[in-house]
């Protein structure tokens, strides 16, 4: 009781006393035995020293998947001052392929919100939050000098514009006041020099201003009907360009297209030229990316079938009669992952060095967002039942559309699936996902007729509802004979659902 009382009743000093020292021990042993603490003025200054309070906590933008680069505050779950233990929730951040929740590693008060919600394209390893123990003085938190906040990258600061240098303007490049300035395609500056024409006697009537060969062609026959004359430029003196006035500048001739667009004034309406900048999430920029690399890097190959989904469609009925409802497209995963676990050549990925054969088959299953398309995960699926797959699907896919998956849900895969028949799409093409080596884009089903032979032997019209299927295959470890055979496969085991049992 009387060193509870002489040292302020500071629980710290308490646990070190009863022999459990905190991670400020040594701290706290220099000012119990340096110095004399009493109540009063003694007391009031050994709370208020530096020394006594430690580093705070920092939380820091964190890696949520393997692609991630950088991250969006969506929302803070805790409020400056409040109470968090580990495990608790302390704000959402989009990331490039979901929102996910950061949860406490520690207990304290969070006691500074470095980086408010909304702020956007934070780099990872960013000081975004601060937490101090419980006992401490959160309001008086520093940020630490080693860590500052992050700048505010969402919104780029305007180029202060630069002084013009002091140079002479060459006689070729000097342009004549009242005459208009093109830009020119290779191919008509060529002919413009060949017949000593200017740009300023045409029109351009390419994309944004460009003056065309056919523009250039143009004042070739004009000037062969006599109707204008050589240009050459005359020399001018050598000056110092100047900035035009305001007046000059609106004075000035107008061109039939802006040779740079201006940009649009948010809130006002679109004035003739103008575009609108459409600000990208950090899932269309991943996505972006990583299909650009898709396409450069690895060398696509494709084969296309068609799928006669007659009995699979007659199950299903069954299957309703039952309150069992699948989809066409659950039945297209499960055949899909049948013929991996028969073919496991097929079943494999490129790391960058070379193939790997998984031992897993997990199906990756495009769920188009409002922010992007995402491939949520079909753990095993070869090992699940048809309404089972059904089930998963249904979940994912609204986890993905909510923007709640988790990192586990979406990373992985050894194959994927990309279905546009509900879009009335009859067959497409899909980009490859690495590191994995092929997926399979698969279209509306749709009736057509064949000619097919009864019992007898007699030729017949008969309605068939077939489905377009187009796999695209990393040639690196899928050539287009084992593509063949898969594609053989999967059609064999579509129209024999028994199979798929």
């Known amino acids: 009781m009387a060193a509870s009382w002489r040292l302020g009743c500071d629980p710290r000093l308490l646990r070190y006393l009863v022999g459990f020292p905190g991670r400020r021990s040594v701290g706290l042993v220099k000012g119990a035995l340096g110095?004399?603490?009493?109540?009063?003025?003694?007391?009031?200054?050994?709370?208020?020293?530096?020394?006594?309070?430690?580093?705070?906590?920092?939380?820091?933008?964190?890696?949520?998947?393997?692609?991630?680069?950088?991250?969006?505050?969506?929302?803070w779950l805790k409020k400056e001052g409040e109470a968090v233990s580990a495990g608790d929730a302390l704000c959402e951040i989009e990331t490039d392929k979901a929102v996910v929740t950061l949860d406490a590693s520690d207990d304290g008060i969070l006691a500074k919100i470095v980086v408010e919600e909304g702020s956007k394209n934070i780099r990872l390893g960013s000081l975004i939050g601060l937490i101090v123990e419980e006992g401490e003085d959160w309001k008086h938190v520093e940020i630490p000098k080693d860590v500052g906040p992050p700048p505010p990258v969402s919104k780029p600061s305007e180029p202060r514009p630069s002084p013009e240098p002091q140079i002479s303007i060459p006689v070729k490049k000097e342009h004549i006041p009242g005459t208009l300035r093109f830009r020119l395609s290779p191919a008509a500056r060529n002919i413009l020099e060949k017949h000593s024409l200017d740009a300023s006697q045409g029109t351009a009537t390419g994309p944004r201003g460009i003056f065309t060969k056919e523009d250039a062609l143009k004042l070739v026959q004009l000037k062969q009907t006599g109707k204008i004359t050589e240009s050459r430029p005359t020399p001018a003196p050598t000056a110092t360009p100047t900035a035009p006035s305001p007046l000059q500048a609106t004075a000035g001739p107008s061109y039939p297209r802006p040779v740079i667009p201006p940009v649009s004034t948010p809130g006002q309406p679109n004035a003739v030229g103008t575009f609108t900048e459409i600000p990208a999430s950090n899932i269309r920029r991943v996505i972006a990316k990583r299909l650009t690399e898709s396409k450069s890097t690895v060398p696509h190959a494709y084969a296309t079938a068609d799928c006669d989904l007659g009995a699979v469609l007659k199950v299903r009925q069954d299957l309703v009669k039952d309150d069992i409802k699948v989809s066409v497209n659950d039945f297209i995963i499960k055949a899909a992952a049948v013929t991996l676990k028969q073919m496991p050549d097929v079943n494999v990925s490129w790391d960058g060095e070379g193939p790997k054969q998984l031992p897993f088959i997990d199906i990756s299953v495009a769920v188009a967002t409002d922010k992007g398309l995402l491939t949520p995960i079909i753990k095993d699926a070869a090992a699940k039942g048809i309404q089972e797959i059904a089930d998963s699907v249904k979940a994912l896919s609204k986890k993905a559309r909510d923007g709640k998956l988790l990192p586990e849900e979406y990373q992985g895969g050894s194959f994927s699936i990309s279905n546009l028949g509900m879009f009335g799409i009859d067959e497409f093409t899909a980009v490859i996902n690495p590191p994995q080596a092929c997926i399979l884009a698969v279209g509306r089903f749709r009736p057509v007729l064949k000619l097919t032979e009864d019992e007898e032997g007699n030729a017949k019209l008969q309605q068939r509802q077939l489905i377009t299927v187009t796999m695209s295959s990393d040639s690196r470890v899928v050539d287009d004979e084992l593509a063949t055979r898969f594609l053989k496969s999967f059609k064999a085991n579509l129209e024999n659902p028994i199979r798929l049992a």
Do not use: C, Y
Request: aromatic content about 12%; overall charge positive.
């Open 35 to 75: 110095w004399s603490v009493s109540r009063g003025a003694n007391w009031r200054w050994f709370h208020s020293t530096q020394w006594l309070r430690g580093d705070p906590i920092k939380i820091l933008m964190p890696s949520l998947s393997p692609t991630m680069e950088e991250g969006n505050i969506v929302k």
